[in-house]
């Protein structure tokens, strides 16, 4: 199992209340892909900030990926150990792109290379010959069109070999026409690099009709301790999943 979750819990205050974030328990296998469903607000962006390692849980009884232990090295303040993995092995899709605008595209895919310690430009060339930017590759940010931008993103989020992409709102920023071509690319590219691929998004039915299991967070009022709660939780059979 690439990812193990259980019993996380993180919890901010939102636009009208406390909020809580709740895993009771979630798995994700080596090369699976899934989108994570919710409305705006529901915690989906706070649920892959913890997964891409760059936010810790307030309480986590296991948080194993990769073959380590994220629980026992946030408890330590292990952020270099923490940071190393995250370069290593984990590729990032942000809403917008998030290009460097002074970097030429081909230096910001080759970026999340350069991070991890791995410098590899035929597989940049490679990448942005898949994506259809290979003649955009001297350009800056700026010249691209919003649908360039995102396949460049994606293209970096790659480019590092990561055993895991996390993707958050990928088709916020593009034309709608557009959505469907952003996601099939990144199932696509993740199935030929072998990356485990989680999709945050608020639109379920395409997802699910582009071929992504869809799980959807279970969204809870106000209680009588005054928080809101999202809930998300999903158990793989270990030996199906192998």
């Known amino acids: 199992m690439l990812l193990s979750l259980r019993g ?5 205050r939102g636009d009208a209340a406390p909020f809580a974030l709740e895993v009771p328990a979630f798995d994700l296998a080596e090369g699976e892909v899934l989108a994570l469903a919710g409305p705006s607000g529901s915690g989906k962006s706070t649920l892959l900030m913890m997964l891409a390692l760059a936010a810790p849980p307030d309480a986590a009884e296991r948080f194993d990926f990769a073959g380590q232990d ?33 970097l ?35 350009k ?6 919003v649908g360039q931008r995102q396949r460049a993103a994606i293209a970096r989020a790659l480019a590092h070999r990561p055993a895991l992409v996390l993707a958050d709102e990928p088709t916020a920023s593009v034309h709608p026409e557009l959505a469907d071509a952003v996601l099939t690319l990144l199932k696509r590219e993740c199935a030929a690099a072998g ?5 945050a998004t608020h639109d379920p039915a395409r997802a699910e009709r582009l071929g992504y ?24 059979d270990i030996a199906e999943a192998a």
Not at 8 to 12: G, N
Not at 104 to 124: C, F, H, K, W
Not at 140 to 145: D, I, M, Q, T, V
């Open 8 to 12: 996380v819990r993180r919890a901010y």
């Open 70 to 102: 994220i629980a026992r090295h946030w408890k330590l303040g292990r952020g270099d150990a923490l940071a190393d993995l995250r370069a290593r092995r984990i590729g990032v899709v942000p809403q917008t792109g998030g290009l460097l605008p002074f």
């Open 140 to 145: 800056r940010p700026a010249e691209l069109s």
């Open 104 to 138: 030429t595209v081909e230096a910001n895919i080759g970026l999340t290379q350069r991070i991890a310690g791995r410098t590899d430009a035929d597989r940049v060339r490679l990448l942005a010959e898949e994506l259809g930017i290979a003649a955009q590759l001297r």
């Open 213 to 236: 299991p869809v799980l959807a967070c279970r969204t809870h009022a106000p209680g009588a301790d005054g928080i809101a709660r999202s809930v998300f939780e999903r158990v793989l």
């Open 195 to 199: 990356a485990a691929l989680l999709v």
